[in-house]
Every structure is written in structure tokens, then in C-alpha cells.
């Protein structure tokens, strides 16, 4: 059973430039959640997707947006990079928007972006 | 505004002692709180979990404490093992939202 797959795992990207980041959550799961994990920092909520709709945001800016798809994967699209934009994005999956008590969210191993 | 805290970095433990991990939060609006555990290059796993209307849930050698009135948590683990070092996120939830807001983690060595 596979968990959640992030893709690519590593990611150099120039400032000013666009990226997009691929999430495909547990089997069986339906709602994908982004996360940017900074150097030293916790990870910080982008937002969450379901029925291929956007359901909550965090405080980020509309430099970043997303996508779900039918088959539950999910996009996540930064533009106009910026230096600070370097995190680990962390991709993660649950049955329905609201997490189960007993299992929380299942994370991916995340894509580690690099702005030069 | 860090409304998750956790104020020790680090924490290092001799194999088969207790673990304490701490966890203030000042938002008096979470009403469930999390534990997940990070090996390098893992994605955080879930540990366990505990609603605002309970003061402690147990799950094998995890502990978790919750002390509302002083909007403190914390998680035991007992006995401690060498697996058990990783880093150590306490996150937070209000009920019926998606968002959770993670502290900075908590690095712990259990050491053989």
C-alpha cells in the first residue's frame, strides 16, 4: 500500500522563476494538505485540497496556488521565486478534509526546493 | 506569532529512561493537539493525538499530557530506545478546521 509520493525530490530553481511541485496522496485518501517546512522552523499550512477544490488557506501569498485532480493527486505552483521561498514542501493526505483523531495526516517525504 | 512553542531544541536521554517532551501553546482555541516524529529524509509520521476534553491519552510506550488551564502539553515516552531518536513536532488543531499549526520540533537523542 503505497504511502504518500512527493515528486521530485529535489529541486534548484532560479529566482524568479516558476515551479511546480507533485503530490499523490495514500490509496484511499481524497484530501491532499501542502506544508512548507523552513531550515529550523516548523511546518507552516499553504492549503488544503478536496473535491479538487481549494478548502483553506494558510498566509501565503497568491504566488502560490494549487490543484487537485480527479484522481485525487495534487499540484502545488510557486511563482516569481524568491530566495526565502527554499523549504522542504511537504505534501499530506487524509480521508476527507478533517483528520481522523486516531491517524492525523499521512506526510510525504517532501520535495526539498532550492532558490539560487 | 509562534502560537505553538516548543522551547527546548534538543533533548538527549539514556536508553530506557523516560523521555519528556514539552509543548506550550497560547491559542485557547485548539481544542486537539498532535505528536509526529521526523527521521532525516522521512516525512513526519503521526504519533499521537489528544482532544481538548481529555487530560492524558496513552498509546503503548507514548504519553501524552494535556494541562488546559496552563496551555501546556507534553509527551512521555517510556522506556526510551535508540529508534526513538528523531526530531519531534507538537502541533495544534481548532475543531472543524484543516490547518495545523506545527511548533519548531524537538530534536531527540536516545542514546544505547
Known amino acids: 500500500d503505497a504511502g504518500v509520493t512527493q515528486s521530485p525530490t529535489h529541486l534548484i530553481k532560479t529566482r524568479g522563476q516558476q515551479v511546480t511541485l507533485r503530490c499523490s496522496p495514500k490509496s484511499g485518501h481524497d484530501t491532499v494538505s501542502w506544508y512548507q517546512q523552513a531550515l529550523g522552523q516548523g511546518p507552516q499550512f499553504i492549503f488544503q485540497y478536496y473535491e479538487e477544490e481549494e478548502r483553506q488557506r494558510g498566509n501565503f501569498p497568491d504566488r502560490f496556488s494549487g490543484h487537485q485532480f480527479p484522481n485525487y493527486s495534487s499540484e502545488l505552483n510557486v511563482n516569481a521565486l524568491l530566495l526565502g521561498d527554499s523549504a522542504l514542501y511537504l505534501c499530506?493526505?487524509?480521508?476527507?478534509?478533517?483528520?481522523?483523531?486516531?491517524?492525523?495526516?499521512?506526510f510525504g517525504s517532501g520535495t526539498r526546493l532550492t532558490v539560487v | 506569532d509562534q502560537q505553538v512553542k516548543q522551547n527546548s531544541p534538543s533533548l538527549s536521554v539514556q536508553e530506557g529512561r523516560i523521555s519528556i517532551l514539552n509543548c506550550d501553546y497560547t491559542?485557547?482555541?485548539?481544542?486537539?493537539f498532535l505528536w509526529y516524529k521526523k527521521y532525516p529524509a522521512e516525512g513526519p509520521t503521526f504519533l499521537i493525538s489528544?482532544?481538548?476534553?481529555?487530560d492524558k491519552n496513552e498509546d503503548g510506550r507514548f504519553t501524552v499530557f494535556l494541562n488546559k488551564s496552563a496551555k501546556h502539553l507534553s509527551l512521555h515516552i517510556v522506556p526510551s530506545q535508540p529508534g526513538d531518536s528523531a526530531v519531534y513536532f507538537c502541533?495544534?488543531?481548532?475543531?472543524?478546521?484543516?490547518?495545523?499549526?506545527f511548533g519548531k520540533g524537538m530534536k531527540l537523542t536516545v542514546n544505547p
Open positions: 499530506a493526505s487524509s480521508l476527507a478534509p478533517v483528520w481522523d483523531p486516531n491517524y492525523g495526516y499521512t
Open positions: 491559542n485557547s482555541m485548539f481544542d486537539y
Open positions: 502541533a495544534a488543531s481548532v475543531s472543524g478546521s484543516e490547518k495545523l499549526v
Open positions: 489528544i482532544s481538548s476534553i481529555k
